[in-house]
Antibody, heavy 119, light 105 residues
């Protein structure tokens, strides 16, 4: 059974940093691309970043470029999202998702982790 | 970015057929996918590549379309289908529609 378990969320002040982790199990992690998708309270879904199966390629939405870094450790089957210079508009539930390849759907989702950016 | 437009809400009775539409601001070929999100839960994949049913999803769900116009159909609707439905394109940087909240009468 595919499982994606996020951790590392919480309350953080504007301008500070936070790192999210996603522990994957139930599939061969190194064979799949991974992505982060977020959802602000009562709002819709928004793609944040994608990383290829081997970590060689990364993609970001414009609003997080230069502030967020997606990475992975295939030996630990873990995905990360380093978030710097956080803004109030980054407040959201962040979902870890799996993709078969670039341009394919998000076929599995974690339960999500809440990040609140507030002073 | 490719903008996806969905109707915000629909209300139907159990047993009826419902169609949820999604219009893209430019052609995305068949790189369109549909998700269901129940309150307090993460989204789940229903349909991929416009018309392919994800494993384990009931055959009551189906998808169609190509280019800029896409449809998710549920026939017949059941009480458990109360949820918000999102379309998502993967032709370029992924974008989602605003979601269609389906309520049962």
């Amino acid at each position: 059974e595919v499982q994606l378990v996020e951790s590392g969320g919480g309350l953080v002040q504007p301008g500070r940093s936070m790192k999210l982790s996603c522990a994957a199990s139930g599939f061969t992690f190194s064979n799949y691309g991974m992505a982060w998708v977020r959802q602000a309270p009562t709002k819709g879904l928004e793609w944040v970043a994608t990383i290829s199966y081997d970590g060689s390629s990364t993609y970001y939405r414009d609003s997080v470029k230069g502030r967020f870094t997606i990475s992975r450790d295939n030996a630990k089957s873990t995905l990360y999202l380093q978030m710097n210079s956080l803004r109030s508009e980054d407040t959201a539930t962040y979902y870890c998702t799996r993709i078969a390849a670039i341009s394919t759907p998000f076929d599995y989702w974690g339960q999500g982790v809440m990040v609140t950016v507030s002073s | 970015d490719t903008v996806l437009t969905q109707s915000p809400a629909l209300a139907v009775s159990p047993g009826e057929r419902v169609t949820i539409s999604c219009r893209a601001s430019e052609s995305v070929s068949t790189l369109m996918h549909w998700y269901q999100q129940k309150p307090g839960q993460q989204p789940t994949l229903l349909i991929y590549l416009a018309s392919n049913l994800e494993s384990g999803v009931p055959a009551r769900f189906s998808g169609s379309g190509s280019g800029t116009d896409f449809t998710l159909t549920i026939d017949p609707v059941e009480a458990d289908d109360t949820a918000t439905y999102y379309c998502q394109q993967s032709w370029n940087d992924p974008t989602f529609g605003g979601g269609t909240k389906l309520e049962l009468k």
